[in-house]
């Protein structure tokens, strides 16, 4: 079980403290998958984290991206298809990646020109 306040994610009597507040959290086989809200006037893409439910700590951060669209695409969402998750972004870039490792397994180009 865990509880979020702002910016702080408790499992059981584990704190976690991310920089940023939370966004919203997609629980994935034992991983929370934790997107946080990108402050305005910051430039801050690399937002979502893997926490792995039984370790109770940070296993992995989405790798840093360039981007030919525009400099600030953070994630918005995500969800789980066929054991892979599926995060987009304001760019509207996607990228499917294993929710366990963080690895990126795939990169979408955006479907807008």
């Known amino acids: 079980m865990y509880k979020v306040n702002e910016n702080l994610l408790v499992i059981e009597a584990q704190e976690i403290y991310f920089k940023y507040k939370i966004n919203s959290i997609l629980e994935v086989f034992d991983m929370l998958i934790v997107f946080l809200e990108s402050p305005r006037e910051t430039v801050f893409n690399e937002n979502v ?9 940070v ?3 989405i790798a840093k991206l360039r981007y030919d669209t525009g400099v600030d695409c953070p994630f918005v969402g995500g969800k789980l298809y066929n054991g892979q998750l599926y995060l987009h972004n304001w760019c509207d870039i996607y990228l499917i990646i294993d929710p366990v490792t963080g690895e990126i397994l795939e990169r979408g180009l955006p479907s807008k020109s």
């Open 59 to 61: 296993k992995w951060q």
């Open 49 to 57: 984290f893997g926490v792995n439910l039984l370790e109770k700590k």
